[in-house]
């Protein structure tokens, strides 16, 4: 069974500063990974996905992932914290059965602070 | 394009009771799942469609029912409402069954079982 962990529940940077949140991936398979945000009282947002045609991933809003399969990791990252990343990020795998079924991890709330 | 379209927003049941939480989207799209989000979790899949009429369960199905008669509607029954199932549950699509396909997001119902 396809699996993800993410370390951290709450992480804290200054605006500008670097975002770093961490999720590694358990998988028997090849895995495609995702990069999901949630703003509050909203839904989840799609802001990149891995498919395998390149590790380095970039999405929307500045942020990008590297998936790195040594590690079993699938990082986001951002150079800059702007004020308004400030939101909850899940990261999720697919099961390859079909059905396009994902696995969420337990998220990550991000507070971006002046 | 609306998307996906939860209703109600919020609602709040007795033990026992028994209500449907609708989901539409105006998409076309083929694959429709419901999710429930609880604090420290993540989100949990319950049950998915990948078409008109067909209908699997996810990780956490018990208590819930679902039906897809048409393409664009897909609700979820809770049949004798618990505590338990008190938490925030999402709805979401995907235009295809194939496991790289973004999925889509309503804004969610907030449930609260007294």
């Known amino acids: 069974a396809q699996s993800v962990t993410q370390l951290g529940s709450h992480v804290s940077v200054s605006e500008g500063a670097l975002v770093l949140l961490r999720c590694n991936y358990s998988s028997s398979v090849p895995p495609y990974l995702f990069w999901y945000v949630q703003y509050p009282n909203q839904g989840l947002q799609l802001l990149l996905k891995y498919t395998s045609a390149a590790t380095l991933v970039k999405g929307i809003n500045g942020f990008e992932a590297e998936f790195k399969k040594s590690e079993t990791s699938f990082h986001l990252t951002k150079p800059s914290a702007h004020m308004s990343d400030a939101a909850e990020y899940f990261c999720?795998?697919?099961?390859?059965?079909?059905?396009?079924?994902?696995?969420f991890g337990t998220g990550t709330q991000l507070k971006v602070e002046l | 394009n609306a998307g996906v379209t939860q209703t109600p927003k919020f609602q709040v049941l007795k033990t026992g009771q028994s209500m449907t939480l609708q989901c539409a989207q105006d998409m076309n799209h083929e694959y429709m799942s419901w999710y429930r989000q609880d604090p420290g979790m993540g989100l949990r899949l319950i049950h998915y469609?990948?078409?008109?009429?067909?209908?699997d369960q996810g990780e956490v199905p018990n208590g819930y029912n679902v039906s897809r008669s048409t393409t664009e509607d897909f609700p979820l029954r809770l049949l004798s409402a618990a505590p338990s199932q008190t938490s925030v549950y999402f709805c979401?699509?995907?235009?295809?069954?194939?496991?790289?396909?973004?999925?889509?997001f309503g804004n969610g119902t907030r449930l609260t079982v007294t």
């Open positions: 979401a699509s995907s235009y295809s069954t194939e496991y790289n396909s973004p999925l889509h």
């Open positions: 469609s990948v078409g008109a009429g067909i209908t």
């Open positions: 999720a795998v697919s099961d390859p059965g079909g059905g396009n079924k994902l696995t």
